[in-house]
């Protein structure tokens, strides 16, 4: 199925006869993008599952007062974030977990998943991401594997390009550093 | 060559995804969704549709209470104390303009703003929840207005 433009699926979603319509192709159109962003912050399926299902639950309150200043596939996207943001903020409360023992937390998820399929190397990888501060996690990781641009992660983030260039950079040092301890072990 | 060391002298890490979905997750999201968000509507349009009758129920009430209690001219003798539920019908009727109150229940946009002035939200609860064990409508109400018969 081909992809229809912003205008096409918000211009579909303000006519009332097809606004069912619209929003089954705006969740066929961004499902699998998001999926994985989200997926990739909160690493456990059941849990990116129930976080992606809320997006687009708030996404079909708010379509209709979206106005357009950023990209559709930008305002999900946030959306997303902040859902999964949330989800980890509230599961450390839930379970009384001191801040700094919410990475141990996703990496004994990660150790436990059934869904993770990657080889020895990639889990080193997720690891060593694991170990780094959550905003900076999510900047390597919409940087890294989603080859995002600077300008689209700083509307998404709300942070300068600067500062998001700098979180990546340090990142970046901070994976290669715990790889190559790893390596050592 | 290692995987550390492919990892740690490859400029480029490792960009496959490492995770995986259970079978069919992706269509089955579509639908789960979907659904989820036409559950959402139903929902909110039974609760809008409850302020409406409630808010009528409303109206009948503060109209009954501020005829039995404000118009003293009105205030038939026929309607005792131990009036049954019939006589007291044929009482509002009687005493109700009716033209007034049909008009106010075909045009209650303002429900929201009579409901959240003239009940809380406990009377509102009890309104509805008499509504419905009776089984009585807005549209039941206004009909029995217009047609000069009774709620059932």
């Given at each position: 199925m081909s992809e229809y433009s912003d205008e096409q699926l918000l211009e579909m979603f303000r006519d009332k006869h097809r606004r069912y319509e619209a929003f089954d192709r705006i969740v066929r159109q961004y499902k699998v993008r998001l999926y994985w962003h989200i997926r990739k912050i909160l690493i456990v399926h059941e849990d990116t599952d129930d976080v992606l299902q809320n997006t687009f639950e708030k996404a079909w309150k708010g379509l209709s007062a979206f106005?357009?200043?950023?990209?559709l596939f930008t305002w999900l996207y946030r959306i997303a974030t902040n859902e999964a943001i949330s989800f980890l903020n509230q599961k450390r409360n839930k379970d009384m977990?001191?801040?700094?023992?919410a990475e141990p937390m996703l990496m004994r998820s990660l150790q436990s998943d059934?869904?993770?399929?990657?080889d020895e190397a990639q889990l080193l990888l997720q690891k060593a991401i694991l170990t780094l501060p959550e905003k900076q996690r999510i900047v390597f990781n919409m940087k890294y594997?989603?080859?995002?641009?600077y300008d689209a992660m700083s509307e998404i983030l709300g942070t300068s390009v600067g500062a998001l260039k700098a979180s990546f950079h340090h990142a970046v040092k901070k994976i290669k550093a715990c790889i190559e301890r790893s390596s050592l072990q | 060559m290692s995987v550390d060391h492919h990892l740690m002298h490859h400029?480029?890490?490792?960009?496959?995804?490492?995770f995986s979905v259970p079978e069919g997750y992706f269509d089955q999201l579509q639908e789960k969704v979907v659904f989820r968000i036409k559950k959402e509507k139903k929902s909110v349009f039974r609760i809008r549709y409850y302020k409406y009758v409630a808010a009528a129920a409303c109206i009948l009430l503060f109209s009954v209470w501020g005829l039995l209690f404000l118009t003293d001219t009105r205030?038939?003798?026929?309607?005792?104390?131990?009036?049954?539920e019939e006589e007291l019908e044929l009482w509002m009727y009687d005493v109700l303009d009716k033209t007034t109150l049909t008009a106010a229940l075909l045009n209650i946009e303002t429900s929201e703003d009579i409901l959240e002035t003239c009940c809380s939200e406990e009377q509102e609860m009890e309104i509805i929840r008499f509504l419905e064990r009776e089984n009585i409508t807005i549209a039941a109400i206004v009909h029995s207005l217009e047609n000069d018969g009774g709620f059932y």
């Open positions: 106005r357009q200043e950023a990209q977990l001191p801040w700094d023992e059934a869904y993770f399929s990657g594997f989603d080859e995002m641009t | 400029e480029e890490l490792d960009k496959r995804n490492p205030q038939p003798a026929t309607v005792g104390e131990n009036a049954d």
